[in-house]
């Protein structure tokens, strides 16, 4: 069965870091490129990062350039989220998704709370 | 970027109903469009990709057309379980930007 699946989701202080992790199975992880969707309550999906298939070349919203960075352990078939000055804004339910053609397998979510 | 403006926001409809959801690219796309559909506190699901081909397990009552700046998202018979809030997204070029969402509501 193919899987995604989030962890690493917490509550932060401003300012803060946090690694988010995503264990993927049952496809050839090194094959796809993945991406970072994150929630906000209450709102709209954005798109926050991506990585593609080897060499794997990243990309990132412009709301989280240079806090943020996206990486993959193919021998671990793990995706990564590493945020760095947190803000408040960045308060959120944070998907992680493989993509072929269309994000068309999404985890379940870990939630990311900055606050104070 | 590319913006995505989707419409209605909000849609009221009955069971067995045929409807219709648009999304508007402010540049040319192609056919490089999905449609995803979300419910409360879960992760959204994938409906259609490139525009018009239908997702894997996705009921045929589900259809997307469109190209270049305009697309729609049409369910042919509403049923209970479409109750939902749906998305479109473009993956023409970074950063992939989503429409503001159509939340689908019984009426």
């Known amino acids: 069965e193919v899987q995604l699946l989030e962890s690493g989701g917490g509550l932060v202080q401003p300012g803060g870091s946090l690694r988010l992790s995503c264990a993927a199975s049952?496809?050839?992880?090194?094959?796809?490129?993945m991406s970072w969707v994150r929630q906000a309550p209450g709102r709209g999906l954005e798109w926050v990062s991506a990585?593609?298939?080897?060499?794997?070349?990243?990309y990132y919203a412009d709301s989280v350039k240079g806090r943020f960075t996206i990486s993959r352990d193919t021998s671990k078939t793990t995706l990564y989220l590493q945020m760095n000055s947190l803000k408040a804004e960045d308060t959120a339910v944070y998907y992680c998704?493989?993509?072929?053609?269309?994000?068309?397998?999404w985890g379940q979510g870990t939630m990311v709370t900055v606050s104070s | 970027d590319i913006q995505m403006t989707q419409s209605p926001s909000t849609l009221s409809a009955s069971v067995g109903d045929r409807v219709t959801i648009t999304c508007r690219a402010s540049?040319?796309?192609?056919?490089?469009l999905a449609w995803y559909q979300q419910k409360p506190g879960k992760a959204p699901k994938l409906l259609i990709y490139?525009?018009?081909s239908l997702g894997s397990g996705v009921p045929a009552r589900f259809s997307g057309s469109g190209s270049g700046t305009e697309f729609t998202l049409t369910i042919s018979s509403l049923q209970p379980d479409d109750f939902a809030t749906y998305y479109c997204?473009?993956?023409?070029?970074?950063?992939?930007?989503f429409g503001q969402g159509t939340k689908l509501e019984i009426k």
């Open positions: 490139k525009a018009s």
């Open positions: 540049q040319s796309i192609s056919t490089w």
């Open positions: 049952g496809f050839t992880f090194s094959s796809y490129a």
């Open positions: 998704a493989k993509d072929f053609f269309a994000f068309d397998i």
């Open positions: 997204q473009q993956r023409d070029s970074y950063p992939y930007t």
């Open positions: 990585i593609s298939g080897s060499p794997g070349s990243t």
